[in-house]
């Protein structure tokens, strides 16, 4: 059974073309990329760094080894992983990790909304006329007590 060979010819020879770099030979696993070729993969494709330079997972922290065995990363992964020439694996972290954020921003947006359509139907459906001053009882035995202790007279001006 013939295995299909991945050709990262194209995707490569796109690199140099965004990147305004001259197309030079196709690198491959353990020679020395020029500096600009791999910043301009990194930038633009970073999965095609991850598969020419081939990185060895045992490089990693045991810690950050284990969870790319089990495909569970966390957040503090990303850097590990670019480090040790894991790019595509670390471009989808942060995609993940970019849309997670979008959707918090999404949900707290829509609850704000929520609360705001809330206290304005309150605002709108409160009873015309409302005066809670109004509806203090002036002469019941709480409020005498009041002016007693703060040294005012019983007589109000209530006109009574």
Partial sequence: MDIP?????SAYIDVCNKAGLPINK????GDDI???????MK??????YQNLVQPDPTELPADVLDRHNRQ???TTDVEALEAKGFTGTAANLRKQMEEGR???????LKEMIARNNAR???IRNKPQGFHPTK??????PEAQKARRQWGLSDDIGLGA
Avoid: H, V
């Fill in 43 to 48: 930038e633009f494709n970073p999965y095609l």
């Fill in 120 to 122: 304005e139907e309150a």
């Fill in 5 to 9: 060979m991945i050709d990262n010819t």
């Fill in 102 to 108: 979008r959707q918090i921003e999404e949900n707290k």
């Fill in 26 to 29: 196709m690198p491959k696993k």
């Fill in 34 to 40: 020029p500096l600009a070729y791999e910043m301009a």
């Fill in 135 to 140: 509806n203090i009882s002036f002469n019941s």
């Fill in 72 to 74: 569970a990363y966390w």
